[in-house]
């Protein structure tokens, strides 16, 4: 029987269990690394993004909410899009959600500039 996989969240500490394995993803007062990533990335996080290195989708977010912040440094550290290549967009996608500031969503409404007819 396979289990789901979770996150546990306790006080300022976020856990991931992923295959029989617990995975830490922030610690202290920092917040959780999913939480910036849209719905449509926090899915199959136990499948593999990198299917020619065989690595997890949870590895390199981890290895990103760790501190890699370029396609270089995630290669370095999880071997992820050093074989074909065909995960590259997947991983700078996740690297721009994750290393993105936080921001607030604002919507640019253009003004009409009403001045009075002559």
Same mark, same amino acid.
């Given at each position: 029987?396979?289990?789901?996989?979770?996150? =546990?969240?306790? @006080?300022?500490?976020?856990?991931?269990?992923?295959?029989?394995?617990?995975?830490?993803?922030?610690?202290?007062?920092?917040? *959780?690394? =999913?939480?910036?990533?849209?719905?449509? =990335?926090?899915?199959?996080?136990?499948?593999?993004?990198?299917?020619?290195?065989?690595? @997890?989708?949870?590895?390199?977010? *981890?290895?990103?909410?760790?501190?890699?912040?370029?396609?270089?440094?995630?290669?370095?550290?999880?071997?992820?899009?050093?074989?074909?290549?065909?995960?590259?967009?997947?991983?700078?996608?996740?690297?721009?959600?994750?290393?993105?500031?936080?921001?607030?969503?604002?919507?640019?409404?253009?003004?009409?500039?009403?001045?009075?007819?002559?």
């Amino acid at each position: 029987m396979v289990s789901a996989p979770f996150i =546990l969240h306790l @006080p300022n500490l976020y856990l991931y269990t992923l295959k029989k394995r617990i995975v830490i993803l922030k610690t202290e007062l920092e917040n *959780n690394p =999913l939480d910036k990533l849209p719905t449509v =990335l926090k899915q199959n996080l136990d499948k593999n993004l990198c299917t020619c290195m065989d690595v @997890p989708k949870m590895d390199v977010i *981890n290895a990103i909410a760790n501190g890699a912040t370029s396609l270089e440094e995630v290669k370095k550290q999880t071997y992820a899009a050093t074989g074909a290549g065909c995960c590259i967009q997947q991983v700078e996608r996740l690297i721009e959600c994750l290393c993105a500031p936080e921001t607030r969503k604002r919507r640019n409404k253009k003004r009409r500039n009403k001045s009075p007819s002559v």
